[in-house]
Structure formats: structure tokens, C-alpha cells
């Protein structure tokens, strides 16, 4: 007779199954670090030795994004400290990665804005260029009208605007 799977191992076998995925990048693929505690204060003889007895490991992303290990408390106190530390230290990396990004983006806003605001060169050029043409229709016309028929106009035109 077969063994008979209950829908939570089966839930459970699934999972398992899967692959991990990065919550950054979508990468599948990760390198396993262990990370120590040190002295602030190092000296050349002991800059390595690490002060803590439990060493932990995660996985680290390609993309360098640390990946919170899933809870696991265990007897005693010294190393729930420990774990609770290092778990803490996991989501201060996460907040600073997350930082940089958001600063990132509104870098690139500003500048996106900044670039919408600014003529570019070809865009001076076509300015320039119609103001050219426009000059020359300006003496086009004053020179259809002559020199003092434009003038005269003009003075007929003030005193009109100033009653």
C-alpha cells in the first residue's frame, strides 16, 4: 500500500521544489557567505578574529542583495541574541540598499525635468534660424512700405494708444 501525502507535505513538497528568487532582481542564483562580528578596534595580530561564537550564513544574490534567512530560535539566550542581531544587521543592509535606489530615482527625475526645461543645441539653431527668417520678412516689409511710411505708422500709432 502507498503512503498516503497529506495536503501540508504536499504544500510543503512544492515549496521545496521551487526555486529561491531574489526579491531585488529575479535572479535564481546566490552564493552562500558567513558573516562574523569584529572589533571596531583592530590591531594587525587579531584584526580577523571574530568576537562572536556563532557565525551565520544567507544567502547573497548575485545583484548583492542579502536574503533574510526564514526565523529559527533556538535554546538559550546568547544565540536568539545573536540571530536577533544579525537579523537586524540583514534589514539595516536591505533599508540602505532600498535608500540608494529611491535616491537614484529621484536623481533621475530631477534630471529628467532639468532635461525638459533646457533648449539643446539643434533646438537654439532652429530658434536662431527662425528669427533669421523672421528679420527678414520684418525688413521685407519695411522696405515694401519705406523708410518713412513704417515710421510714420508708428508715430500715428502712440499717440492713439495713449488716449
Known amino acids: 500500500m502507498g503512503t498516503f501525502d497529506s495536503p501540508l507535505s504536499r504544500i510543503q513538497q512544492a ?3 521551487q526555486e529561491a528568487k531574489c526579491p531585488n532582481c529575479g535572479s535564481s ?3 552562500e557567505v558567513t558573516f562574523h562580528k569584529y572589533s571596531s578596534i583592530a590591531y594587525p595580530t587579531c584584526e580577523l578574529d571574530a568576537q562572536e561564537y ?3 550564513s544567507i544567502r547573497v544574490c548575485l545583484c548583492g542583495w542579502p536574503c ?3 526565523l529559527q530560535i533556538r535554546a538559550g539566550r546568547t544565540p536568539n541574541t545573536e540571530i536577533r542581531s544579525f537579523l537586524n544587521s540583514i534589514e539595516l543592509a536591505i533599508a540602505a540598499k532600498t535608500s540608494d535606489k529611491r535616491k537614484l530615482a529621484e536623481i533621475d527625475e530631477k534630471l529628467r525635468l532639468i532635461v525638459e526645461q533646457v533648449a539643446t543645441r539643434c533646438e537654439i539653431h532652429l530658434i536662431l534660424a527662425r528669427i533669421a527668417g523672421l528679420q527678414d520678412e520684418i525688413d521685407k516689409l519695411n522696405a515694401r512700405l519705406g523708410p518713412d511710411k513704417g515710421r510714420q ?3 500715428a500709432k502712440q499717440p492713439e494708444e495713449g488716449s
Do not use: I, N, R, V
Request: aromatic letters at 14%.
Open 15 to 17: 515549496q521545496l521544489d
Open 29 to 31: 542564483w546566490f552564493g
Open 54 to 56: 556563532m557565525p551565520q
Open 68 to 70: 533574510k534567512p526564514a
Open 153 to 155: 505708422d508708428e508715430a
